[in-house]
């Protein structure tokens, strides 16, 4: 029943931050995608193109607003797989108790972690950029705590399951430096 209630959240955050507008808010610089991307990621070239991944088919120059949710947007997408992957392990009958605790600590993790990205999408799409700082600060937060549970595992799920938790923690991180770079400078 918890289960039920948590994805019954989980789906209601999502479907309020897929409708989310993304449209441009007033004074956010605007850029071409490129530029955006390389200002968000300056020096760091996995990063850039992961970026440019995210913005398939982008406008030639938009609000960095709009750059901003969509990689959001995505970096919320992807928490789900590691959640999946955690909640199954749990079902397995034979899994060591220290291994459990993990997987358990992680689901809260994820649940604070996607809780916290739903309330910072929500102010990016209000184009309450600045509001949505502490959002992003709790979600890398709570993706870090999931990582630290795991490190110590030399088991082939969990240590595939803390890759998954470093690739949303880059694409979160990503999503909030294009959000910083959204806001207006003056």
């Given at each position: 029943?918890?289960?039920?209630?948590?994805?019954?959240?989980?789906?209601?955050?999502?479907?309020?931050?897929?409708?989310?507008?993304?449209?441009?808010?007033?004074?956010s610089?605007?850029m071409?995608?490129?530029?955006?991307?390389?200002k968000?990621?300056?020096?760091?070239?996995?990063?850039?193109?992961l970026?440019?991944?995210f913005?398939?088919?982008?406008?030639?120059?938009?609000?960095?607003?709009?750059?901003?949710a969509?990689?959001?947007?995505?970096?919320?997408?992807?928490?789900?797989?590691?959640?999946?992957?955690?909640?199954?392990?749990?079902?397995?009958?034979?899994?060591?108790?220290?291994l459990?605790?993990?997987?358990?600590?992680?689901?809260?993790?994820?649940?604070?972690?996607t809780?916290?990205?739903?309330?910072?999408?929500?102010?990016?799409?209000?184009?309450?950029?600045?509001?949505?700082?502490?959002?992003?600060?709790?979600?890398?937060?709570?993706?870090?705590?999931?990582?630290v549970?795991?490190?110590?595992?030399?088991?082939?799920?969990?240590?595939?399951?803390a890759?998954?938790?470093?690739?949303?923690?880059?694409?979160?991180?990503?999503?909030?430096?294009?959000?910083?770079?959204?806001?207006?400078?003056?």
């Amino acid at each position: 029943m918890k289960n039920a209630a948590a994805l019954a959240l989980c789906l209601a955050t999502a479907a309020i931050i897929l409708a989310g507008s993304s449209e441009a808010c007033p004074g956010s610089p605007t850029m071409a995608v490129e530029d955006a991307c390389q200002k968000a990621t300056p020096g760091d070239r996995q990063t850039y193109w992961l970026c440019m991944k995210f913005m398939e088919a982008p406008p030639r120059e938009a609000d960095v607003t709009v750059y901003a949710a969509r990689a959001g947007k995505r970096a919320f997408l992807s928490y789900a797989a590691q959640k999946t992957e955690a909640g199954e392990q749990l079902r397995n009958q034979s899994l060591p108790g220290e291994l459990k605790d993990a997987y358990t600590g992680c689901l809260s993790d994820y649940d604070a972690a996607t809780a916290a990205m739903g309330a910072a999408l929500q102010k990016v799409d209000a184009c309450d950029l600045k509001a949505s700082f502490g959002g992003f600060d709790a979600t890398l937060a709570g993706l870090e705590r999931c990582r630290v549970r795991l490190a110590g595992f030399s088991d082939v799920i969990a240590v595939d399951i803390a890759y998954g938790v470093l690739g949303d923690k880059t694409e979160t991180a990503l999503a909030y430096s294009l959000t910083r770079l959204a806001v207006p400078t003056s």
